[in-house]
């Protein structure tokens, strides 16, 4: 798991939301998901987010993102499109 940072929300997505979700909230989350022989990965920003997505697409494979607009918004789609 990689060390988490603190987001902050873009203000209409606080309004649509409400707030971050506590650690508590997130290590419980984390640890269901695991239990159920989900991979979970974590990182401490947008940069690292696309980093790590990118990191785990093979070179050369085939990628059908469909519409997401957390893809979108960590800039993985135009990513994905252009290559």
């Known amino acids: 798991m990689i060390s988490e940072l603190e987001?902050?929300?873009d203000p209409s997505?606080?309004?649509r939301f409400g707030t971050v979700a506590d650690e508590a909230s997130v290590r419980r989350a984390v640890a269901a998901l695991e239990a159920n022989g989900?991979?979970?990965l974590r990182?401490?920003?947008s940069a690292a987010?696309?980093?790590i997505v990118l990191d785990l697409i093979p070179d050369g494979s085939q990628v059908h993102h469909g519409?997401?607009?957390t893809l979108d918004l960590l800039?993985?789609?135009d990513e994905i499109d252009k290559s």
Request: proline residues 10%; hydrophobic residues 40%; charged residues 20%.
């Open 67 to 69: 519409a997401s607009q």
């Open 75 to 77: 800039g993985i789609t």
């Open 43 to 45: 990182a401490p920003d």
């Open 7 to 9: 987001p902050t929300l």
């Open 13 to 15: 997505l606080s309004r």
């Open 49 to 51: 987010a696309k980093r």
């Open 38 to 40: 989900i991979t979970v």
